[in-house]
């Protein structure tokens, strides 16, 4: 098993800067992936960006060039900065570690932090 603390969310006025943390504690394996996912109301849980341990890094189109995920494997945390918020970035935004097994991947999620962008 795999828990998550999130932290970060909060209230910020279009154009600012929100960060959000993410650490990860129990079973860790070696290889997996982080990141962080958001559901605003009434639509579906959408990727924001992920990091695999090695590195690599994934981004939504709509976040690309304004948002920056990074991770501290020494502590299994990730991180998300977050410029030049949009209205449109209002969600809850929901921690993600994968672990890979042989045959499968698993999913853990955190309990979610709002981020709220006023106009």
């Known amino acids: 098993q795999v828990q998550l603390v999130e932290s970060g969310g909060g209230l910020v006025q279009a154009g600012g800067s929100l960060r959000l943390s993410c650490a990860a504690s129990?079973?860790?394996?070696?290889?997996?992936?982080m990141g962080w996912y958001r559901q605003a109301p009434g639509n579906q849980r959408e990727l924001v960006a992920t990091?695999?341990?090695?590195?690599?890094?994934n981004y939504a189109d709509s976040v690309k060039g304004r948002f920056a995920i990074s991770r501290d494997n020494n502590k299994n945390t990730v991180f998300l900065q977050m410029n030049s918020l949009k209205p449109e970035d209002t969600a809850v935004y929901y921690c993600?570690?994968?672990?890979?097994?042989?045959?499968?991947?698993?999913?853990?999620w955190g309990q979610g932090t709002q981020v709220t962008v006023s106009s």
């Open positions: 990091v695999t341990s090695g590195g690599s890094t």
């Open positions: 993600n570690f994968r672990t890979y097994g042989r045959t499968l991947a698993t999913d853990y």
């Open positions: 129990g079973s860790i394996s070696s290889i997996n992936a």
